[in-house]
């Protein structure tokens, strides 16, 4: 077959571009991010885009829908939605590995359809670590099966991930060149790939149930079953501090009665008392001299066990539902962390009860490690010393503020920003109807994800400075810099060149699947080496003029590319599996053998059911 087109010098400049960013991308000697925008100013200095749109990728909806996605993703996480679910997937999990390994992924792939990847693994990374903390199941049988279900479940939306995103802008700037006569592309609503979605998130299921998991359980060398960055682990292994928070309710037959905290925390085998509720006064770090009364809420911490035998004594009802401090205890809002006394500290000489940390700063002293020593009991009375390393237990805002003072500096890492859990139903209710509005399909998917966006900011779930701070500044740089490389790959007709050139060595005949299975395959070997934003500009062009030249459908041609540029579940240069290497010490090998299977199987699904739910098209 002829491809019946010459090589011009704008096809040689545009492929001279393609060649150089995937060089760049591949050897790392230039960001990627700086790449795109060396690549976008050589495209309007040469004039292979009018420099009026050269700048318009900034502007395109896949850029505004990459924003979005990602102040709406930050938005959940100030009101400690995702810290909700980790407690509500222990309790679901009952302990059992299978199970919670299956509901943890499959939640996390349900949450990729409507955030940006990074941001869902982002988001996961904490939540995975508390699982393994409390469960017991190693990091490195946690993580790569959710790593593979937050890229599968991408698939459900058309904002799951930025290949998706940029396909409709793709679409649309491919009218401009298709041939007289050629019905116009359509952009593909919000939930255009679901069917893909669905069979993908399934098999990633499957796969590790079946066989990913054993060979998970094969790589593992019988080190730590958790991960050194958890949290509960660490403390629990050293300064002793563990078990889970329970409420207990005082009943009118309990000696604690009229007690002060003080005295309640004194008594044989009392728990780490953190927290109580007396009428409507509720206190994180409550006071010592605070009173305990009828119907008062203590908030307590310790292993069940010792905290069931402390309430059968003093005649408290116990409950591991906390339905009166579940937002106190939220751990977006507070928890555990570590601070070390300076030399040049007011602290220096006084103890907890004199600094009255409780009642001045809301914070709870559990333990002091001092000289590779801990001590634990009447530890509000120690006088503190240079270099003591303090267990403290608080709000992180109270944190924050005492921290101020420059009398401790706390070496565990907390979240900074005001959280909001009061915020969680509105937030909630703000993103149902965004998806409802999309559901609907009367608006563009940017402005419904905008549309969301003002609600959460309208409703103070976000401050507007927060919102711009959620935003990574280097994907929506790498985006909108190579978005006008794909609208010159096909303007120049660099895209038709290379399609007509691939159709001359293949047998007359072909049938339009095998070109596909092509397509998918080579999108996926350049994501390897390439950003998926990447692979996506350069080859869905390519994928629509190969389906022009041989009758095809464009759209599921593309499709089937811009699927294809996510399915990297091999190496680093997919931003999910670069999160995850380091927590879970996965080899390049591991990752290789574990995931090159699933990969393949992507591969046969995409094209399977894209071919469904294109049948009967062109």
């Given amino acids: 077959m002829e491809s019946g087109l010459t090589l011009t010098n704008d096809m040689r400049l545009v492929l001279g571009l393609v060649g150089f960013t995937m060089a760049m991308f591949l050897f790392e000697r230039i960001r990627a991010d700086l790449v795109a925008l060396v690549v976008l100013v050589i495209l309007g200095i040469t004039g292979l885009i009018a420099p009026e749109e050269i700048f318009s990728g900034f502007s395109g909806n896949a850029v505004m829908s990459i924003m979005a996605t990602m102040i709406l993703g ?8 995702l810290n909700r679910l980790a407690g509500w997937l222990l309790r679901r999990g009952h302990g059992k590995e299978r199970r919670l390994l299956a509901m943890t992924s499959l939640v996390a792939g349900l949450n990729s359809s409507f955030m940006q990847n990074p941001s869902v693994m982002a988001l ?3 939540v995975a670590a508390r699982l393994s903390a409390r469960s017991g199941l190693s990091m490195s049988r946690l993580l790569l099966p959710l790593a593979s279900a937050i890229v599968m479940g991408a698939a459900l939306t058309m904002v799951g991930n930025s290949p998706l995103i940029l396909l409709n802008d793709l679409l649309v700037s491919a009218n401009n060149n298709l041939p007289s006569g050629m019905a116009t592309l359509e952009q593909l609503p919000m939930f255009a790939p679901a069917p893909v979605g669905v069979v993908l998130l399934a098999a990633a299921l499957l796969y590790f149930h079946f066989y990913g998991n054993r060979k998970l359980a094969e790589l593992e060398d019988g080190g730590e079953n958790t991960t050194p960055a958890s949290t509960e682990s660490y403390f629990a292994r050293t300064y002793g501090i563990e078990g889970d928070v329970f409420e207990l309710v005082v009943s009118a037959e309990s000696p604690l009665v009229g007690m002060a905290v003080a005295e309640a925390e004194s008594l044989h085998d009392a728990p780490l008392l953190l927290a109580l509720k007396s009428g409507n006064d509720t206190r994180l770090a409550p006071p010592a001299d605070m009173r305990i009364w009828v119907g008062s809420v203590l908030g307590v911490m310790g292993p069940r066990q010792q905290v069931h035998d402390f309430a059968q004594n003093q005649f408290l009802r116990m409950s591991s539902r906390l339905r009166n401090l579940g937002d106190l205890f939220n751990p977006a809002r507070a928890g555990i962390s570590e601070a070390v006394v300076p030399p040049t500290s007011r602290y220096i000489g006084k103890s907890a009860r004199d600094l009255r940390l409780r009642q001045q700063a809301g914070i709870s002293l559990l333990a002091i490690n001092r000289d590779k020593h801990v001590i634990r009991d ?14 403290f237990h608080s709000i992180w805002q109270d944190l924050a503020q005492a921290a101020e003072s420059r009398d401790f500096a706390v070496v565990t890492d907390y979240p900074k920003g005001e959280q909001r859990p009061h915020k969680f139903k509105i937030a909630m209710a703000i993103f149902a109807a965004t998806i409802l509005i999309a559901l609907t399909g009367k608006l563009p998917v ?13 409703a103070g779930v976000l401050k507007m400075d927060e919102a711009y701070a959620s935003i990574n ?3 929506v740089f790498l985006t909108a810099g190579l978005i006008p ?13 290379i399609a007509g050139n691939t159709l001359e060595r293949l047998p007359d005949g072909t049938p339009p699947w095998v070109l ?7 999108t996926t070997a350049f994501s390897l080496v390439t950003s998926h934003v990447g692979a996506t500009i350069i080859m869905v062009p390519i994928a629509i003029n190969l389906a022009l030249a041989v009758g095809g459908d464009p759209t599921a041609f593309a499709l089937i590319a811009a699927l294809s540029a996510s399915n990297n579940l091999m190496t680093a240069s997919n931003p999910i599996m670069s999160m995850i290497t380091g927590p879970a010490n996965y080899s ?3 990752l290789w053998r574990v995931g090159g299977p699933l990969s393949l199987i992507y591969t046969v699904i995409a094209v399977t059911v894209v071919n469904l739910m294109f049948w009967g098209g062109r």
């Fill in 74 to 81: 930050a938005g959940l996480d100030r009101t400690g939605a």
């Fill in 124 to 126: 996961y990374l904490p």
């Fill in 378 to 391: 009447d530890v509000r009375s120690v006088q503190l010393r240079a270099g003591d390393m303090l267990v």
């Fill in 446 to 458: 940017a402005l419904t994800l905008m549309t969301g966006v003002a609600g959460m900011l309208l």
């Fill in 473 to 475: 500044w280097k994907t």
């Fill in 485 to 497: 490389l794909g609208w010159a790959m096909d303007s120049s007709g660099a895209a038709a060149w």
């Fill in 516 to 522: 596909q299975i092509f397509v998918a395959l080579l």
């Fill in 588 to 590: 390049a090998r591991d």
